[in-house]
């Protein structure tokens, strides 16, 4: 059978056109659209009381530069971004290569059991590690009852970093599951045959192998921890001041829409930074 | 000998035992097959070897030392797999120079030993390219080097030429067999083909249910077959029934009457089995030459099947159908459907065995 | 959290787009009028809809009044000023502060006394100049404390800086209005007699920080008493009184000697309210003295109506009583509105860090 190209054909090139352009259309009008809005209020002024006022001005830019709050603010949420991303993909990858080497049906059982979280809301299961993490909660309790003195779990950089990891954690495993693809048993079994021990099979042929996958994973739980405010709202106890946190408190409490619009701004700047880093090293990777 | 396999099993949970009972040995620099259907054991008894799984119970011994309990990286045994498992992210050079690594010879001798397996395999120049960019023939001749450049004890192919197309395949069984020799390679090779077996193994062993048939070089596998399954499985061949009778012949439902080589006890149920190509064919009324150790037939073409290099009919003789082969020439088909014609065959080419499997 | 506000006003947008897209329906109801209301969610709408909602669309008939809550002003304010072009509330109920901010876009038409006469029966304090709405509920800072864990009620705010308590004290920092008023509390703890120069107040926070457990308690500084997880925190005292009537042994309030200082929520109407006669009907209503006595009988914000009727039990659990009334600190919100981002980045810089 042949089959028709769609480039040789114009029908199909027309009918490709048709297809897509909704999602074009849906992408300009509920993305495009609200990101030039953002830009735009950036430049807006905003008196004391938080009131918008006419006219355009660089003033919050200027102010948003000229301020090393701000400039810590961003180093502080850019580190913990890599932080975070780090220990959730240490734990999520012996998870995923376990689950990927499993077969049929408890495969997949497996799987759903490791997505499975993302069918609660964050919101509750931040609810949950607050009620595992308070000062009178289960795990404090516990090493209480052992004899020891728990550390401040939640209320801190502590808590934020372990909510955010198991928020995070199907996301990774999910990415890390994808890009196994190129995994294979027999590599493996080849190498041991060459001569090499297990982890040096590990770190020559597994970790390489697997790169696309925890690259694709640290880029969507960096956008991900970098981008979460319910979270570290949540369990930072406001010891703990990222620039998404920052972007909720100027628009929601402060009503300073300019200064969120700028922030906002920032982290997508943030955000194009990752997305660049990830393009070179998929490269280098391939 | 320098390979001995002694009392091999493998179970995996409360099933059959997938290799059960299973002892052979190979001298240095032997090509011995390891041959039989699929899910017969043998790719099992090959990674029992290698050490990628873990025998249940036996032995084996490489040059006099138990390596039963090694594990795979420390059995320097080359192997070459049906996939070829070429690493996809290491170029060539790289997939070639990985056992020399793990043997941390120096860059230079490395260097040096890669073009040369590279060379040995005639794949020079293609040292950069990762695995993906070459053809599948290619991509054999790799996994060859690769298996081959740190000098194992011992080689191990499985099913090396199955993922090959039919001409690209005996070319490089040849290869294989060249490369073999002159490197006194003592080598198991994995196959369900026959033929490829036959035609580069020095001995072969036959495997099914994961037990040892029998283990003989190709001609005595193909002449003295030790089971009916054997028999069955290095070429096609024709099965009758019969009994023992007490002057040494076979009698078949009383109507055809074979002469054995051997005789065996009278009464006793016995197999026949003969090869088609060992059958002649001379139309009704001719004379038979040789006469006096030859089984002849009466019988009837009922079916002409030409498939180019040889001719099969279909007789139809003493109420059983029995299948001959001849090589075609370029005269045409000698016999037409319906013709009277005589089947003759010697005593030695009329395999018996026992009705329940033994001869 | 921000979901919920984008969820709200996502309905709302629905609801506007159904009422353009249907104009047979309207007209088809033309007896029947409509408002929204914008106030606040949680204990404030269950009780506002039962004792103002409710009678008033009783005794109204013809209009009917749609309850929408927020959880917090800023984001009352904030769905208005989206709507900007096509305002789809009517009336918005939300601390004054937050409503200056509208004003100065206006979001709000001013009202007067000729338009809306119950204004002349509210108390002077009410009437806040430069505010487009008139003050409908008072309201102050309060101690939320644990029954359990004080025999007898706390009577100073200095209770806060007791090592005793160390881990077991929740506050809400600035920019949230409770941390911002409680600056003022404790500048004046401090010495210090100008609200309006409160670094003593924060230098005296300083030393509150190493003991407080969350400077952004989850739900809220009332659930973190109410659940046991903290003995002593500071909320907003009609808040902390009806939490207290419902399980008394777990959450009380106190509004301790040194004094505290108001919250006051204003009523608006929106700058081309949908309905506007409809919007004055229900502000009118809602300002009348029956309405604010039977509401402060239910949820103690003390009511602006001079003449309402309240019972002595009643007055007692607001903060307008004459002794408490004595102790509040006088402080002009539409002044603090202008330095409210410095007081949030001191708190950052100088007691944040400390804890």
């Given at each position: 059978m042949n089959t028709v190209s769609v480039n040789e054909n114009p029908f199909g090139r027309k009918l490709v056109l048709a297809c897509l352009l909704p999602i074009l259309l849906v992408n300009i009008v509920a993305f495009m659209v609200p990101v030039l809005n953002l830009a735009a209020m950036s430049f807006r002024a905003a008196s004391s009381t938080g009131s918008l006022e006419e006219g355009i001005t660089v003033s919050t830019w200027l102010g948003l530069f000229g301020d090393g709050y701000y400039w810590s603010m961003v180093g502080r949420t850019v580190w913990f971004g890599i932080l975070i991303t780090i220990i959730t993909l240490l734990l999520s990858y012996p998870l995923a290569l376990f689950v990927s080497r499993r077969e049929g049906s408890l495969k997949a059982f497996l799987v759903v059991v490791c997505i499975s979280p993302l069918l609660i809301s964050a919101v509750v299961r931040t609810y949950g590690w607050m009620v595992i993490l308070g000062d009178q909660g289960v795990l404090p309790s516990l090493i209480r009852a052992s004899g020891f003195t728990p550390p401040r779990l939640i209320n801190n950089e502590t808590g934020v970093i372990i909510g955010m990891v198991e928020i995070l954690m199907p996301y990774m495993i999910l990415s890390l599951l994808s890009g196994f693809g190129k995994l294979d048993a027999t590599l493996e079994q080849a190498a041991g045959t060459l001569g090499a021990r297990p982890f040096t099979v590990f770190r020559r042929v597994v970790l390489p192998l697997s790169l696309p996958g925890i690259l694709l994973g640290c880029l969507l739980c960096f956008v991900l921890a970098v981008s979460s405010f319910i979270t570290p709202k949540m369990l930072a106890g406001g010891r703990v001041s990222l620039l998404a946190t920052e972007i909720y408190d100027q628009a929601i409490v402060t009503l300073n829409w300019p200064l969120a619009a700028c922030l906002s701004v920032l982290i997508l700047v943030v955000f194009g930074a990752a997305l660049v880093l990830y393009g070179r090293l998929s490269k280098i990777v391939e | 000998m320098y390979l001995k396999v002694d009392s091999l099993e493998k179970r995996y949970?409360?099933?059959?035992?997938?290799?059960?009972n299973l002892s052979f040995s190979l001298a240095q620099g032997e090509l011995l097959g390891l041959l039989g259907p699929s899910g017969c054991g043998k790719t099992t008894t090959l990674r029992m070897i290698s050490g990628m799984v873990a025998a249940t119970s036996g032995r084996i011994l490489v040059g006099g030392h138990d390596?039963?309990?090694?594990?795979t990286y420390r059995r320097n045994m080359g192997v070459m797999f049906q996939s070829y498992a070429l690493f996809p992210h290491m170029t060539v050079a790289e997939n070639v120079a990985f056992g020399l690594e793990m043997r941390k010879h120096s860059k230079h001798e490395i260097a040096k030993r890669v073009e040369s397996a590279l060379a040995m395999v005639r794949l020079n120049g293609v040292g950069d390219r990762k695995p993906r960019q070459l053809s599948g023939g290619q991509q054999q001749r790799v996994a060859l080097a690769r298996a081959l450049v740190f000098e194992p004890d011992i080689l191990l192919l499985d099913e090396p030429l199955s993922n090959l197309d039919a001409k690209l395949r005996d070319d490089m069984r040849n290869e294989i067999r060249e490369i073999q020799q002159r490197l006194r390679m003592t080598t198991i090779f994995v196959t369900h083909d026959q033929t490829e077996a036959m035609a580069i193994c020095d001995r072969i062993v036959v495997m099914n249910k994961g037990r040892l048939e029998q283990i003989g070089t190709p001609h005595e596998i193909y002449e003295t077959p030790a089971t009916p399954m054997v028999a069955d499985f290095v070429g096609r061949i024709n099965r009758l029934k019969g009994t023992w009778r007490s002057d040494g012949a076979i009698d078949i439902n009383g109507s055809m009457t074979i002469r054995a080589s051997r005789p065996g006890a009278r009464g006793a149920p016995v197999l026949v089995m003969v090869r088609p190509h060992r059958i002649g064919l001379v139309a009704s009324g001719s004379a038979i030459p040789s006469a006096e150790h030859e089984n002849v037939l009466a019988g009837t073409i009922r079916q002409v099947t030409y498939i180019g290099d040889t001719l099969q009919y279909s007789v139809e003789a003493a109420g059983a159908r029995i299948l001959v082969e001849k090589a075609t020439t370029s005269a045409g088909d000698p016999f037409q459907s319906g013709a009277e014609v005589l089947l003759h065959w010697s005593e030695q080419d009329t395999l018996t065995f026992a009705a329940d499997g033994e001869r | 959290m921000a979901k919920h506000s984008r969820r709200q006003v996502l309905v709302l947008g629905a609801a506007g787009a159904a009422g353009l897209a249907m104009p047979w329906v309207s007209r088809a109801h033309a007896q029947e009028r409509r408002i929204t209301v914008a106030a606040y969610s949680g204990i404030f709408e269950d009780i506002y809809k039962k004792t103002v909602i409710e009678p008033f669309m009783k005794a109204n008939p013809s209009i009917r009044v749609n309850y929408v809550g927020f959880p917090t002003s800023a984001q009352n304010l904030g769905t208005l000023r989206a709507q900007k072009a096509a305002p789809q509330l009517d009336v918005c109920i939300l601390d004054m502060v937050v409503a200056k901010a509208g004003a100065n876009e206006n979001l709000y038409k001013a009202v007067t006394p000729d338009v809306l006469?119950?204004?002349?029966?509210?108390?002077?304090?009410?009437?806040?100049?430069?505010?487009?709405g008139p003050a409908v509920t008072f309201d102050n800072v309060a101690m939320i404390y644990s029954p359990k864990k004080f025999a007898s009620a706390p009577t100073s705010w200095k209770e806060l800086w007791n090592k005793a308590h160390a881990g077991r004290i929740t506050l809400d920092a600035p920019p949230n209005a409770v941390g911002m008023g409680f600056t003022f509390v404790a500048n004046k703890l401090a010495g210090g007699t100008d609200y309006r120069d409160y670094s003593k107040g924060i230098k005296l926070l300083g030393e509150m920080a190493?003991?407080?457990?969350?400077w952004e308690p989850k739900p809220d500084c009332y659930a973190s008493v109410t659940s046991g997880n903290a003995d002593l925190s500071v909320g907003y005292n009609a808040r902390i009184q009806t939490f207290s009537r419902q399980t008394p042994d777990r959450i009380a309030a106190s509004i301790p000697d040194e004094g505290s200082v108001f919250q006051i929520n204003t009523i608006n109407l929106v700058n081309n309210a949908p309905q506007q006669d409809a919007a004055l009907e229900f502000m009118a209503y809602a300002l009348s003295a029956q309405t604010q006595a039977t509401f402060t009988e239910a949820l103690p914000y003390a009511p602006t109506n001079r003449d309402a009727p309240l019972s002595p039990e009643a007055l007692a659990r607001t903060a307008v009583t004459p002794e408490r009334m004595s102790k509040m600190i006088n402080i002009d919100w539409l002044e603090v509105a202008k330095f409210r981002d410095a007081i949030t980045e001191q708190w950052r810089r100088n007691v944040l860090t400390r804890s």
């Open positions: - | 949970g409360a099933f059959d035992p997938s290799v059960s390596v039963t309990g090694l594990p | 006469p119950v204004m002349k029966q509210l108390v002077p304090t009410a009437l806040i100049e430069g505010m487009p190493p003991l407080v457990q969350s």
